[in-house]
């Protein structure tokens, strides 16, 4: 048995004195899981959270428990308070973790859920140094950058290794190299491959390969200074990815190869592909997984059977990406639509949908503060379906309800997330129960009929972070409703991100009038999903189905959207 108390493990030293300092977490032993560290050379946004989890898909598909743990650099504690135009999509974890959007990469690559163990930023570490510092866990020492600082970033990784018994942790380090941010988790994954003994870390760099336009040509210089930046941190990179528009020439790799010390095999180009569940098959015709497998001395571990299968099964769902066989249109409100990546999730979802039904599912954006009643029906022209996605106060909502109000009366299929399920219950209420005044109290706090109202647990909360009713929620789902046979049970779990719900004084009178509340939260007057008979497909969810939706297995109510706009179209 591990003991349980809280006092730290330190393997290399129980001296204050001494400048060695490794905290594990109890019963870890060094060098006994292994690590493969990602970071970006040159610029930001180069996908390294793509490339780490189509590579923890690849070795998962082996036989290897892979859990990966994205670090950011920034000082909030997580995302939730962060905009989506600058950050993109706030995603949200079972547990109630509001994170990067990267986190919905790792899920929906690694078909896995994760905790918020996989989540760090450097607000989270340095609160926990000073937390401890506070209870004396130093031992008198000055506390310093280096090695309590990083002790701390080193002691979460290894936590995240015991806690989900992971052969292999993937470490993402969020921003580029170079930058002041992020330096002290790069010092920190260095220590970390010292501690844990030769073979024990993988260390890949995405860098960037110039292709400007006047030239014509590729130019690897930038690529180049930014590989040797990490190297005098300290950090010899084993594998280099190079990305790019078009695929990197072969002497662009050799001089890389060169000047960063890597041999020409594990130099490979990740250059942009259509989709990103394409990349899984880049890494692997360039054998990166082999590599990485070498490099860490597992090749002899891996499960020939199961990668087979799990390779098939792949190729099946991405071949079906490429092959559409008919392109549906459809409408998506949105806030943020000049930032696409505040919606990545829901992106996602459609485009498995879109794989399942051999379709390409177009997206249309609409700038709902430009929607009236009175041109709603040529806003929506030639559109097969429409989504209100979420969303957050009052700017574009009156827009949002006359689509609404469209595609109910126009029996144009309907899909509601969150916002979008809300907006639907105010729709409903205006102009089906005759409530003129309904709407909800986070857009006007004196309406007449407060449809929609804050939830009670969100009535005394201070300061803004991490205290929405938040993450994974199982919902009752009421038998012989559409949504009890598209989740095919009695239960379903999705994850949730909101302040405000259905008033329960309104319930009744939107159920006389017609309103089916087909998903409840147990034990609560929560409602949950909504539904209307006589439409080909009009659901709302106070949930966020995206954020569950996975490649092989795609979100239901997306899917019965989507073949309901399929069906629209004739
Ligand atoms: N603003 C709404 C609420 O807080 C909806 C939130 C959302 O769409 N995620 O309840």
Not at 74 to 86: A, E, F, Q, V
Not at 462 to 479: A, F, S, T
Request: with cysteine.
């Amino acid at each position: 048995m591990c003991p349980t108390s809280d006092i730290l493990n330190d393997v290399a030293s129980k001296s204050a004195q001494s400048e060695l300092y490794t905290p594990v977490p109890p019963c870890y032993k060094l060098g006994q899981c292994k690590y493969v560290v990602v970071l970006g050379t040159v610029i930001s946004g180069l996908g390294k959270g793509i490339f780490s989890s189509s590579a923890a898909k690849l070795l998962k598909d082996k036989g290897f428990r892979v859990s990966p743990i994205k670090l950011e650099g920034y000082l909030n504690i997580d995302s939730g308070t962060l905009n989506p135009y600058r950050h993109g999509e706030v995603f949200v974890l079972d547990d109630g973790m509001e994170t990067d959007m990267d986190l919905g990469t790792y899920e929906r690559m690694l078909d896995q859920n994760l905790s918020s163990l996989s989540f760090i930023t450097s607000g989270q570490i340095f609160t926990s140094v000073l937390e401890k510092e506070r209870r004396g866990r130093y031992q008198g020492r000055d506390v310093q950058m280096i090695p309590h600082v990083t002790g701390e970033v080193k002691l979460r990784l290894r936590e995240l290794a015991m806690a989900t018994s992971a052969d292999i942790v993937f470490v993402e380090i969020g921003g580029t190299v170079g930058d002041v941010e992020n330096s002290f988790l790069i010092e920190a994954v260095r220590e970390l491959a010292l501690e844990e003994g030769p073979n024990s870390t993988c260390f890949v760099s995405l860098t960037y390969i110039l292709e400007p336009q006047a030239l014509g040509e590729q130019k690897s210089k930038a690529a180049q200074l930014g590989l040797r930046s990490l190297m005098a941190l300290g950090i010899q990179p084993h594998i280099i990815a190079c990305r790019g528009k078009s695929p990197a020439t072969d002497t662009v790799k050799q001089k890389i190869s060169i000047y960063a010390n890597v041999p020409m095999e594990r130099v490979f180009s990740m250059h942009d592909t259509q989709s990103i569940y394409y990349v899984p098959a880049m890494i692997r015709e360039n054998k990166i997984d082999t590599e990485i497998l070498k490099l860490l001395n597992l090749q002899d571990r891996v499960n020939h059977d199961l990668e087979r299968n799990q390779w098939e099964n792949w190729c099946n769902f991405t071949q079906k990406i490429v092959s559409p066989q008919k392109e549906i249109d459809i409408a998506i409100t949105g806030k943020y639509i000049t930032v696409r990546d505040s919606y990545a999730s829901i992106l996602k979802a459609i485009e498995h949908c879109g794989a399942h039904l051999h379709t390409k599912f177009n997206l249309n954006w609409i700038d709902t503060t430009e929607v009236t009643n009175q041109n709603v029906a040529e806003k929506l022209k030639g559109m097969h379906g429409v989504i209100v996605p979420g969303g957050f106060g009052i700017r574009g909502t009156e827009g949002k309800i006359a689509c609404i109000q469209y595609a109910r009366e126009n029996k144009l299929p309907y899909l509601g997330l969150c916002y979008g399920f809300q907006m639907a219950v105010i729709e409903f209420a205006r102009n089906v129960c005759k409530l003129h005044g309904a709407g909800s109290t986070e857009i006007d706090p004196k309406c007449e009929h407060p449809v929609i109202d804050r939830l009670p647990s969100q009535y005394d909360l201070k300061g803004l972070g991490g205290n929405m009713r938040l993450g994974g929620h199982d919902i009752e789902l009421v038998p012989g409703t559409l949504a009890a046979k598209l989740y095919n049970g009695t239960t379903a779990r999705l994850r949730f991100r909101h302040r405000y719900e259905v008033h329960p004084k309104y319930i009744q009178q939107l159920t006389e009038n017609g309103m089916i509340f087909s998903g409840k939260a147990p034990g609560e007057p929560i409602m949950q999903i909504l539904e209307l008979a006589d439409h080909p497909f009009f659901m709302g969810t106070q949930a966020h189905p995206e954020f569950t939706s996975r490649p092989l297995n795609p979100d239901p109510l997306f899917c019965h959207f989507a073949q309901a706009a399929i069906l629209h179209r004739g």
